[in-house]
């Protein structure tokens, strides 16, 4: 499955975006979708996971109740809501596609599928 993210660009703290992964080539509600992150000089991250069918949703605790993750299976489309944003939370952002039929992962090797990575900057 080909991942396509878009969304990123520069915020204000305090303010919110939304993170687009547009999926192609397989069938997309087959595959749990995650969303990554990775600061400069950091490993990459795990920010949040969602099941294929949409019905469960996973959180870093560093996100928790600050991003929620959706998901259109009509659309091959998997979004990250982002609110209240820190600059912490600065980095590029991946989306990725893991095995439908496994637990939502939280970790990179989890997922077969990435992809390009869309950069956010939080900053005033």
């Known amino acids: 499955v080909q991942l396509q993210a878009s969304g990123g660009g520069l915020v204000q703290p305090g303010n919110s975006l939304r993170l687009s992964c547009v999926a192609s080539g397989r069938t997309f509600s087959n595959y749990n979708m995650g969303w990554f992150r990775q600061a400069p000089g950091k490993e990459r991250e795990f920010v949040a996971g969602i099941t294929r069918s949409g019905g469960r949703t996973y959180y870093s605790d560093s996100v928790n109740g600050r991003f929620t993750a959706s998901r259109d299976n009509a659309k091959d489309t998997v979004y990250l809501q982002m609110d209240s944003l820190e600059p912490e939370d600065t980095a590029v952002y991946y989306c990725?596609?893991?095995?439908?039929?496994?637990?939502?992962?939280?970790?990179?090797?989890?997922?077969?599928?990435w992809g390009q990575g869309t950069k956010l900057t939080v900053s005033s």
């Open positions: 990725a596609a893991g095995p439908g039929y496994l637990n939502i992962g939280v970790e990179p090797g989890n997922y077969g599928y």
